[in-house]
Nanobody, 113 residues
């Protein structure tokens, strides 16, 4: 499945952004995961939602980020609130099914005043 992210941009600390990821085909069987990669750091998992709807978050974003999926629209979203400068990163969408991983191209999020 081909994935395309959108919604990144520049936002002030405390602001909000919503990232979207659209698949080229059905994502219903996939666990959908948002990752981010900060400058000079390894890619880290931010939030995930399984095909059954089970959700997990990294401790650093719990209570601030919300992941959701809309299978008919082949879309997964990441609502990000109370953004901090340390949330600045390239955010990637991943569709995972057993040993198969599909990645989007990433979208830049910059949190700065």
């Amino acid at each position: 499945v081909h994935l395309v992210e959108s919604g990144g941009g520049l936002v002030q600390p405390g602001g909000s952004l919503t990232l979207s990821c659209v698949g080229s085909e059905s994502i219903g069987l996939y666990t959908m995961i948002w990752y981010r990669q900060q400058p000079g750091k390894e890619r880290e998992q931010v939030a995930s939602i399984s095909r059954s709807g089970a959700i997990g978050y990294a401790d650093s974003v719990k209570g601030r980020f919300t992941i959701s999926r809309n299978n008919p629209k082949k879309t997964v979203s990441l609502q990000m609130n109370s953004l901090k400068p340390e949330d600045t990163a390239v955010y990637y969408c991943n569709a995972h099914l057993y040993g198969d991983d599909n990645w989007g191209q990433g979208t830049q999020v910059t949190v700065s005043s």
